[in-house]
């Protein structure tokens, strides 16, 4: 890319002696296709368009049920809540001329990266749709399909098409994430020469904007499909699909947003890392100038990846753990509804919409009860930023409990069981309270003013090596306390949901299994709350990427810097939050699988033994899966940053001007060659996430077919699912806290311990924080997206196992 001939010249002058300038790395700015469309269309046949829309969606919601309404019309309201969101950040000022111009230039690259990997992503996921679409027509049917006349063609062409509007909802919600964190990152670097508490409420509602689009579509994604195939296919009409059946034909769209949800973490990861850890290790460490210091060729790059990492990546990310979780909770909810007669089986299936609806009903108002006062003049925040996003988070967490006591009630009181609402409404406090004790042990494990990061900073006194012990012994022991809470959870969950009282035709208890679902409802009964700590955090980082750049006074970077570090903090917190989701999501999907194998095979698939060496092989491969996929996910940080390495460091040595300011990097080309070299390395991870339980349960069929055991693949593939399953949780929980206690224990000594900023061991906890990066934005949160993907690709391609 090249930065324009005035940048290429010299006898600039010294950066204090001229306006410094950042110009644009794309010639115009880019916006989707389908956003070009609608600016095109004039804008009474737009209203008109949307009314009409709403109307037939309001129409078919009518027709299904009275509660797809209300999960429409909460929906829309939260849509144009985030209106108003967007509308209040975008009056915020932008500040002086230079920071809008490195907001432009970190906007040009984010959006240029945008279309390139998305355009990537959307060719693959065509392919694999046109994979799925064969094995469907081939495929055979189950007893319930045949019963309510659903044919292959027509199974396949609704798995097809909920794959793919997965797929697109799943990458809209990653445009929203990146769109808004551009805009807004200036506006917080502006606002924080004023008032560090303005800075933190711009910052906590453009996530909040992003945060409530993400979960309304997944929402009303899920609810538009469920009633469009409910009206199509006549559900509960004689000789049609029975409604307990319905939420099968879901499951593509789950496998859509996870597909679209691991390339882009993946992409984005590489990207914002690579870019991260070149700048570091040249600019900190090799010419010990500051982070996101103007000299440094990469700062733009680095910049950059924090919308397509952070932002991008990450509602991509939590709109997937969303849709994976109501599908599998509407799904056991139906089945167990229909073993237990219940006549109206549809506050089951359809209870997971309504939590999650009252979740952007409850994150909005905490949201909003975090206001901004202006204080006189610039000074540091006289409220710990943690501590007003706590209070705000405690807000979300009592109105939680209150609704979902409230729904459980409404949707799940039968008269076969009158107190089972009760246990119910007990399993989603379970779920709000391990999402409450999860966030609090990710933020001990990884926030300075807690013990073990101190430890880890006073480490790095010592030398490199002894940080980097340090850091990976603190990430193994932080695997410990999460396991026991998932574990506690999990057996919690199902004793309420067993003795709830609900049982099948033979008296046996069938709900245990939909507790668990309930609780893992509970644990994301928050979820959008949780996104808008874990957007704050990138859009902190860049206002103060920003507010370097253009060199402030230093009492505004020290406003940025605290935002920044409570941003890790955040961020390391909602990682385990989604990791502790993940858990309990692929639990319930891994039920699922096991549910869907037993109707295509038409007998009972109720255990997988391990003591057969098939079965047992497939779990080692399933561990094998994930210490593979981890390992060339770092890898390709490593090799990526090698290339923005060499190139910074051949920019110092070409233009020795730069460190006198008489000369100005070329902050495209660092762009350009972490751009280019994420798109090509995250193909290799991702396809052998994807290729990996498809050929092994193909391979075993085959065996199984030949040995006289017809369900071998089916579980082989499920010994698979499990143990990658246990293998993955641990391997996140380690790379998500030991990177971010690294990130932490670096920010510490840069408030001043232990010889603060160029010290000895500053240069050693720079370097523990190299090592980390890949291990918590590229890896780890990859990890928990491989997780749920693996089960929802089991669950759609269950008919290859067999």
């Given amino acids: 890319m090249m930065m324009g001939a005035d940048i290429e010249n010299g006898n600039l002058g010294p950066y204090q002696d001229r306006p410094r300038t950042f110009p644009n790395m794309r ?54 809540l ?14 002086p ?48 399909q045949e019963a309510s006349g659903l044919g292959r063609a027509t199974s396949a062409c609704i798995t097809v098409a909920a794959f793919l509007l997965g797929a697109l909802c799943s990458g809209v919600a990653g445009y929203v994430g990146m769109w808004v964190s551009v805009r807004a990152n200036v506006r917080v670097s502006s606002a924080a020469r004023r008032s560090a508490r303005e800075a933190l409420q711009i910052a906590v509602r453009a ?41 099968l034909l879901l499951v593509g769209y789950g496998f859509g947003a996870s597909f679209v949800a691991l390339f882009a973490q993946l992409g984005g990861g590489i990207f914002t890392k690579a870019a991260d850890v070149g700048a570091d290790l040249v600019g900190k460490v090799e010419q010990g100038i500051p982070e996101d210091d103007p000299r440094n060729p990469a700062v733009i790059a680095d910049l950059v ?65 975090i206001r901004g006062t202006r204080d006189s003049g610039v000074k540091a925040p006289a409220e710990d930023p943690m501590t007003i996003l706590q209070k705000g988070y405690s807000v979300t967490i009592v109105l939680a409990v209150l609704t979902f ?66 850091g990976v012994s603190l990430g193994l022991e932080s695997t410990a306390l999460p396991v026991l809470v ?42 959008a709350y949780i996104l808008t700590m874990d957007m704050f955090g990138p859009i902190a980082d860049n206002a103060g990427g920003i507010v370097e750049m253009s060199q402030q006074p230093e009492s505004v970077r020290e406003i940025t810097d605290v935002l920044d570090a409570v941003g890790n903090t955040t961020k390391a917190t909602t990682k385990g939050f989604a990791i502790g989701s993940a858990a309990l999501a692929s639990f319930l999907l891994f039920s699922a699988y096991m549910d869907e194998v037993s109707s295509f095979a038409r007998e009972p698939f109720k255990q997988v033994d391990i003591a057969i060496p098939e079965v047992f092989i497939g779990g080692l491969l399933g561990s094998m899966l994930i210490f593979l996929f981890s390992a060339w996910a770092c890898a390709a940080v490593g090799r990526t940053a090698q290339e923005v390495v060499k190139e910074v460091r051949r920019q110092f040595i070409e233009r020795p001007g730069i460190m006198d300011y008489k000369e100005k990097p070329d902050y495209g080309r660092c762009v350009a060659i972490v751009a280019s070299a994420s798109l090509r390395e995250m193909i290799k991870p991702g396809a052998l996430a994807i290729v990996s339980p498809i050929v092994v349960g193909f391979l075993f069929r085959v065996l199984g077919h030949y040995t006289g055991h017809p369900l071998l693949g089916a579980k082989v593939v499920a010994a698979l699912l499990m143990f990658a399953t246990v293998s993955g949780i641990l391997m996140a929980l380690f790379l998500n806290t030991a990177g971010g206690a690294w990130d932490n224990a670096k920010k510490y000594i840069e408030t001043g311990a232990l010889g603060g900023k160029g010290s000895d061991s500053h240069k050693a906890a720079v370097t523990g924080d190299t090592v980390g990066d890949p291990f918590k934005d590229t890896a780890g949160p990859s990890l928990h997206v491989l997780i749920k993907m693996l089960a929802t690709i089991t669950l759609v391609m269950a008919p290859v196992f067999l």
């Fill in 405 to 470: 006591a409230g729904s459980t009630r409404w949707l799940l009181y039968t008269e076969h069981a009158p107190s089972a609402w009760m246990n119910f409404s007990l399993c989603g406090l379970v779920g709000i309270i391990t999402a409450y004790v999860f966030v609090w042990i990710t933020k001990y494990y990884t926030d300075y003013k807690h013990e073990p990061v101190r430890t880890l900073a006073h480490s790095s006194s010592t030398g490199h090596g002894t940080n980097i012990i340090a």
């Fill in 486 to 527: 998932i574990s506690i959870s999990i057996i919690s969950a199902f004793w309420l949901g067993h003795t709830s009282g609900l049982v099948d035709e033979t008296g046996r208890p069938t709900g245990g299994l939909f507790g668990t679902a309930v609780a893992t409802m509970g644990m994301l009964s928050t979820a």
């Fill in 207 to 247: 996530g909040g904007f992003s945060a409530l689009v993400v979960v309304g579509m997944a929402v009303i994604g899920i609810a538009i499909l469920y009633a469009a195939f409910y009206v199509w296919l006549e559900v509960d009409s004689p000789g049609s699909m029975k409604v307990t059946d319905l939420p």
């Fill in 27 to 80: 010639s115009k700015p880019y916006a989707p296709v389908i956003f070009r469309i609608l600016r095109g269309i004039n804008v009474r046949v737009l209203v008109i368009l949307l009314l009409l829309g709403f109307g037939y969606v309001f129409y078919i919601g009518a027709s299904t049920s009275p509660i797809i309404v209300f999960v429409f019309t909460v929906c829309i309201v939260s849509f144009l």
């Fill in 305 to 369: 990846g924090d919308n397509v990492g952070d932002c991008a990546a990450r509602g991509a990310d939590l709109f997937e753990s969303i849709a994976a979780e109501i599908i599998s909770a509407m799904i056991l909810g139906g089945t167990m509804a229909q073993r237990c007669k219940i006549e109206d089986p549809s506050g089951f299936i359809l209870f997971p919409l309504v939590v999650h609806s009252f979740d952007l009903v409850v994150s909005s108002i905490g949201i909003l009860s």
């Fill in 97 to 144: 001329p230079e920071m809008v111009q490195i907001s432009e230039a970190i906007r040009d690259g984010a959006e240029g990266f945008f279309r390139t990997q998305y355009g990537t992503i959307s060719k693959m996921a065509l392919l694999l749709a046109l994979v799925i679409l064969s094995i469907y027509l081939f495929r055979n049917t189950t007893p319930q």
């Fill in 82 to 95: 985030s209106i108003y969101l967007t509308k209040w950040v975008l009056t915020k000022d932008e500040g």
